[in-house]
Nanobody
Framework: QVQLVESGGGLVQAGGSLRLSCAASGRTVSDYTMGWFRQAPGKEREFVAAINRSGGTTIYADSVKGRFTISRDNAKNTVYLQMNSLKPEDTATYYC???????????????WGQGTQVTVSS
């Protein structure tokens, strides 16, 4: 079992930056692929980014590629999502998640945080 708590969300103007953090407790995050997903009002939860156990491999949704960077510090049991050049369409609740395999498939993620709100104003 792993418990995940996100932080770092907030209100930012278009073009700005935010860094989300996900602190894990229980089992160590190095046992898991870690992912970030987001859900806007009235929409399905969608994949944003994932990073494998060692941090050596990452994947991104096309919509965030080149703007967002996922990273992890296994010693601190923490995963990050650096978000640059934010757009109003990035507005959503962002969720941290953990999976046993390296994947972008939402159904493979068995552990979820409570989410943190990101709002980008135009």
């Amino acid at each position: 079992q792993v418990q995940l708590v996100e932080s770092g969300g907030g209100l930012v103007q278009a073009g700005g930056s935010l860094r989300l953090s996900c602190a894990a407790s229980g089992r160590t995050v190095s046992d898991y692929t870690m992912g970030w997903f987001r859900q806007a009002p009235g929409k399905e939860r969608e994949f944003v980014a994932a990073i494998n156990r060692s941090g050596g491999t990452t994947i991104y949704a096309d919509s965030v590629k080149g703007r967002f960077t996922i990273s992890r510090d296994n010693a601190k049991n923490t995963v990050y999502l650096q978000m640059n050049s934010l757009k109003p369409e990035d507005t959503a609740t962002y969720y941290c998640s953990a999976a046993a395999i390296f994947t972008a498939t939402k159904a493979s993620y068995g552990y979820w945080g409570q989410g943190t709100q990101v709002t980008v104003s135009s």
